[in-house]
């Protein structure tokens, strides 16, 4: 906290004193998303390479200054963040790019990438004496706030809409959550969930709203580039539904560069389904995000009125990058790509920006040399009946090698 100096609305500019209380801003209200600014020149006087040599928190609060919480018992929590960063041999070989990093959000300790904003409006709740944190989430908002929640004693309620995954689901019950299951999409869910924060007075865990949250969500970035010792890289690939995500990515390279830990900030690429993509749509057209069905197996980044869509919007357009879209078909390829070549198991969601980069490479968008990392933002375990159709390769024998043999020729095994 003591490095923030302040917020500016996304919509109207208008700026806000450190110490300003609401979430949004005062004249735009609900689409008037703040965006948290820092003092650089202060903070680079204590955060440099040398402030990480000898920082031995790892968790994503090693980065606790470079955001808007207050100093807390960190130990107290769940350990979110300093997933690994692993380098591809065998992708990379196949795609003919030499430097290739997959970025494993789904070892969080609720198997995504939220965690890292669950774990941020769990403190705030606490710094504000509530007792109680809501959301409306299309399943992993929800599932992390609820394990974080718990762990420091907190309650939640959840508001899901219709077609949430059963393992999100299970997730919300074992924690703990009081869960209600809303008939509707995503929309209907997000008001409903507003209305009873104004009437209950929870703590508000809505990411876009809140701008504390990708404040969070950013140190995935730091950690990536603090894995990668600072040095530079050409493109990150993120998959986007409400635009938090990938509104932090660029958040957290916009600092380290103001920070001078950086020399430069990479492409951003947003990955959105063809079922589903507003931010490509406004993007492509330079239009603004208009709504749009939610059909996607890819149902964390389902978003049919993204909430962040400045900060969305943003991240490609002042790195230079691009938005595109993949289809159901492709992200579920993908899927069984990253399972078989690097051992990572990722949701629909989580392997959508994987999806993007084999689109892209098709159409020569990447060359050989550059350096590219992605983020696999949450677990596929999570999710299990989306890859109902893959599980038919199974091989159905009986107790008998000579069966078995008929399937392994000449010793040898193949898929
Ligand atoms: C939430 C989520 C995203 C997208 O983040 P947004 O902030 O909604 O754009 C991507 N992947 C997974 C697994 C998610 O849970
Ligand atoms: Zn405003």
């Not at 100093?71 to 003919?96: C, I, R």
């Not at 492409?267 to 406004?282: E, L, M, R, T, W």
Request: charged share 25%; glycine share 6%; aromatic share 10%.
């Amino acid at each position: 906290m003591e490095y923030v100096s302040g917020y500016t609305c996304t919509i109207c500019n208008k700026k806000f004193e450190k110490n300003y209380q609401h979430l949004v801003c005062d004249e735009c209200h609900d689409i008037g998303i703040l965006d948290v600014n820092y003092d650089y020149q202060s903070m680079k006087k204590e955060i440099n390479k040398e402030y990480f040599k000898n920082n031995h928190n790892y968790s994503m609060f090693r980065y606790h200054k470079l955001m808007t919480i207050k100093n807390q018992n960190f130990n107290k929590m769940l350990k979110v963040g300093w997933t690994p960063l692993y380098k591809s041999y065998n992708l990379s070989k196949k795609l003919d790019i030499d430097n290739l990093y997959f970025k494993d959000e789904g070892l969080n300790p609720t198997a995504s990438l939220k965690d890292r904003a669950s774990a941020v409006a769990v403190l705030k709740a606490i710094e504000e004496g509530k007792d109680t944190i809501c959301c409306s989430s299309t399943g992993n908002a929800a599932s992390s706030l609820a394990g974080n929640a718990a762990k420091m004693g907190i309650k939640s309620v959840i508001f899901v809409p219709k077609r949430a995954p059963l393992g999100k689901l299970s997730q919300l019950v074992i924690y703990g959550s009081k869960v209600f299951k809303v008939d509707g999409d995503y929309k209907k869910t997000y008001e409903i969930s507003k209305e009873a924060i104004n009437k209950y007075k929870f703590y508000n865990r809505n990411a876009a709203i809140n701008p504390h949250l990708v404040e969070g969500k950013k140190t995935v970035i730091y950690e990536v580039m603090e894995q990668l010792n600072f040095e530079s890289l050409d493109y990150v690939f993120v998959s986007v539904g409400d635009g938090c995500t990938i509104g932090s990515v660029y958040k957290g390279l916009y600092d380290l560069f103001k920070l001078d830990l950086i020399k430069k900030i990479p492409k951003i690429v947003g990955v959105q389904s063809s079922g589903c993509s507003p931010f490509y749509n406004a993007w492509l057209n330079s239009e603004p995000l208009k709504e749009t069905e939610e059909n996607t197996i890819a149902d964390s980044i389902a978003v049919g009125i993204p909430r962040n869509p400045v900060k969305g919007l943003n991240a490609v357009l002042k790195t230079g990058g691009y938005y595109m879209t993949v289809t159901d078909d492709e992200i579920l390829d993908a899927m069984s790509i990253l399972g078989e070549n690097e051992g990572l198991f990722g949701e629909p969601a989580g392997v959508t920006a994987l999806s993007g980069l084999l689109k892209a490479k098709k159409l020569n968008k990447i060359t050989k040399t550059d350096k590219i990392a992605i983020i696999v933002t949450g677990n596929g375990l999570k999710d299990p009946k989306s890859i109902e159709s893959k599980v038919s390769k199974i091989h159905k024998i009986k107790n008998d090698i000579k069966e078995l043999q008929k399937h392994i020729k000449n010793n040898e095994v193949k898929k």
